[in-house]
């Protein structure tokens, strides 16, 4: 019933309203290397933020579309990152080891803290981020991020003209 709820949600929203974040809020990030890492080094460049985790099937299931859209996008200048919110970051280096997961991916080192800063309600959440680290919009549930609609969808909102300079 939960992933039913997910997929009858809106394809992409704005970020609008009271309660969506306005920019990227300061998150504590490891790599899955475990060297620290800042929100301020994702500011620069347009990215797609995946917020996800081993645990949710859904997450599971869309990440290597997430990785062929982050190949597709990098001649874009687009940059596609995952954001786990698991507690174990052994899981999260086994999965992208085994599903040959090479996009960036960092881990919050407070999953429950960064669900709330993020505004995530549900899994998996992925916000479009504009090189100021402006949330231009959002998707809440899987889809299937390498088809062409997706593709043009990501292009438009964050390459549109004045979206994403500083």
Not at 62 to 90: C, F, H, K, W, Y
Not at 117 to 137: E, Q
Request: aromatic fraction near 4%; charged fraction near 15%.
């Amino acid at each position: 019933m939960f992933s039913t709820l997910l997929l009858s949600l809106p394809q992409a929203t704005r970020a609008a309203g009271k309660d969506a974040i306005a920019t990227l809020p300061a998150i504590a990030m490891v790599t899955l290397h475990g060297s620290s890492l800042s929100i301020a080094e994702w500011v620069g460049k347009p990215t797609v933020v995946n917020i996800w985790a081993t645990w949710c099937p859904p997450c599971r299931t869309e990440m290597p579309s997430l990785q062929r859209l982050s190949e597709m996008l990098e001649p874009s200048g687009i940059r596609v990152t995952a954001l786990s919110v698991d507690n174990d970051q052994n899981l999260v280096r086994e999965f992208a080891l085994k599903y040959g997961i090479k996009l960036p991916i960092a881990i919050a080192t407070s999953p429950s803290q960064a669900m709330t800063s993020l505004g995530a309600m549900a899994l998996p959440l992925t916000l479009y981020v504009g090189a100021d680290g402006r949330i231009l919009g959002q998707h809440l549930g899987q889809r299937d991020w390498a088809s062409d609609t997706v593709m043009q969808e990501v292009k438009q909102i964050l390459l549109a003209p004045g979206r994403s300079k500083h």
